[in-house]
């Protein structure tokens, strides 16, 4: 168990609205990641960090920001959010020292936006 | 163009069947993972294989790297329903370390 709670585990929203998804670690990791999963398309990755307000873009990080103020939490954020940003968010960790980078995973986040 | 290549996409067989899905790519990796997926859950690792050729055993999984580091396989022998889920397998990619590329993966059925 690697400690990680996403927060929170299912939303609905209306377009245009701002939503935040949060992760949480327990175990003082450096580097996170956030993952939209969509049928058809797999897991893409959104935005990662590896630390304290160091953060970078991935290949779907349009409409996205991120922002991780202290270690333990990795923030998500969608502004103003369309139909389109509907999808399961995984947060996950990369265990440094436990192998070339293996990422372990929340239980997701469901977001529906109507 | 997708850097990995899963098939087949879906797959549904009887209990006590083998099978085998494949992960392939025109490019080569220093490394590659497997994991599995559960309806409702995130993935979870399996394996890592990182030499060319190498051949590694969970159980009733096989899996193998090609020798040429661009393809890698699962062979899954006497599948069991609790086998069901999503296989994926991923990668490092753009230069980084940390940063790992999914394939599409391949969904498993094993009927009771």
């Known amino acids: 168990d690697a400690g990680i709670t996403q927060s929170p585990r299912h939303k609905v929203t209306e377009t245009g609205t701002p939503v935040t998804l949060r992760c949480h670690q327990t175990?003082?990791?450096?580097?996170m990641y956030w993952y939209r999963q969509d049928p058809g398309h797999g897991l893409r990755l959104i935005h990662y960090?590896?630390?304290?307000?160091?953060?970078d873009k991935g290949e779907v990080s349009d409409g996205y920001s991120v922002s991780r103020s202290k270690t333990e939490d990795f923030l998500l954020t969608l502004e103003s959010a369309t139909s389109s940003q509907t999808s399961v968010y995984f947060c996950?960790?990369?265990?440094?020292?436990?192998?070339?980078?293996?990422?372990?995973f929340g239980e997701g986040s469901r977001l529906t936006v109507l | 163009t997708q850097l990995l290549e899963q098939s087949p996409q879906f797959l549904s067989i009887q209990e006590g069947e083998n099978l085998t899905v494949y992960c392939n790519s025109s490019?080569?990796?220093?490394?590659l993972q497997w994991y599995r997926q559960e309806p409702g859950e995130g993935p979870v690792l399996l394996v890592t294989?990182?030499?060319?050729?190498e051949v590694k055993k969970l159980k009733r999984l096989t899996f193998q790297f090609g020798d040429a580091r661009k393809d890698s396989s699962l062979h899954i022998t006497a599948a069991q329903p609790g086998d069901t889920g999503l296989y994926l397998c991923?990668?490092?990619?753009?230069?980084?370390?940390?940063?790992?590329?999914f394939g599409k993966g391949t969904l498993l059925t094993v009927n009771p």
């Open positions: 490019s080569v990796f220093s490394s």
């Open positions: 175990e003082n990791h450096r580097y």
């Open positions: 996950a960790i990369s265990v440094v020292g436990e192998g070339p980078g293996e990422l372990f």
């Open positions: 960090s590896y630390g304290v307000k160091d953060t």
């Open positions: 294989v990182v030499t060319g050729g």
């Open positions: 991923a990668v490092r990619s753009g230069g980084s370390n940390y940063k790992l590329t």
